[in-house]
């Protein structure tokens, strides 16, 4: 079935839409229904709450999502969720994979949220699909680089944006978990970038991350109508890798190198903190504190992460905290990290597992896209 992209929501197959916002109040609280969209892949949907007196706090809610056309009605899969007392409007993205009837026109929704109350709207639906959004192009063009494919799977040219659909392959015995920016962060640096044939820069515009997994869609500002081909590049791509690094004897009171299979890395000291230094810890934790150089680059990667910890061979109730914070859209290899658990200050050994890797580029995709563009109204 032909997907389309639609703004701020992504790739979707044919199916039906909100024409505009519907709003219900009760009980001084206000809900607006800012989109539905129903495919026969599922149904999304976004809301807004606001009206919130300060004291709710972070209780857990559930809502539940009833649509009705007539005397039909389709219930959507209920979901769990919780908000804070600071915060006046609540947005509440809701996917599931139960799909409506391709009904077109007036309906009926209820939103049942626990602790709040039963709002009920009326609202209308229309049909979307190639001839009213942008159609996806099909493009499947790769390039690789030290091991790791990045292929462009698709591309949907909007009034509003360019959608790019990317999709990374790393080497056996890695995961992705950033592309452009570790974990999806992506900015200046790690930011991706869009030109077409005629030097013409497209700016790729910032999101939220979601999900730091090998697929990713990046959003452009819109092609010049005259734009023929265009090439993608991607700075960087980070990866999970398997190594694991032999048990390391405590204290460490001289540097000791460590290999995390084709890296290597020291540990220069470690220290029993009586109050550890990092953010938000509690004086009261015990913690041993590290510090390390992670080796630089090696060839084209550099770790930035140490990955999980090992205490006596056994990652169990330990984790680490940073003394500072790694910014994802321009990341660096800790020097220190501050590790914390019951068993750190008494352990024998000290070891890492499943570091995060670094790896530069550029991976450079061309394809076309002649025709694709939508013109300037």
Known sequence: MAAVYLADVGFRPAGVRLVRPARAVLEGRALTLGDL????????????????????????????????????????TRGAFSFGSDRSVLRRQFSSTSAIPKWIGPVSLTISITGVGEFHLDAELTPFGPDTEAPRREVNASAMHDGITVTVRGVGAAHEETAVEIEVAVGEGECCVGIGGYAGHRLGPTALS??????????ERRQNPGPFDHATLALFQPLHPE???????????FVEDSGRTEPIRLPVTSPVEAQFGRYQIRVLATASLAKPRARKA????????????LGGWHGDRRVVLPGRILI??????????????????????????????????????????????????????????????????
């Open 282 to 293: 509690s004086s009261s934790d015990p913690a041993l504190g590290v510090d390390l150089d």
């Open 312 to 377: 006596d061979d056994d990652f169990r109730d330990v984790g680490y905290r940073l003394p500072g914070i790694m910014n994802g859209t321009r990341p660096e290899p800790v020097d220190r990290l501050e590790i914390i658990g019951d068993r750190v200050l008494t352990a024998k050994t000290l070891g890492f597992t499943r570091p995060s890797v670094q790896v530069r580029g550029p991976w450079r995709i061309r394809f076309p896209i002649a025709g694709i563009a939508p013109p300037i109204t």
């Open 227 to 237: 734009a023929r081909d265009l090439e993608l590049t991607v700075p960087y791509i």
């Open 194 to 203: 869009l030109r077409d044939e005629s030097g013409r820069v497209y700016m």
């Open 37 to 76: 969209i129903a495919t026969p892949e599922g149904t999304d949907l976004v809301y807004y709450l606001s009206g919130f007196k300060g004291d709710e706090g972070f209780t857990p809610r559930h809502d539940m999502i009833a649509i009705r056309a007539g005397a039909t009605e389709q219930q959507l």
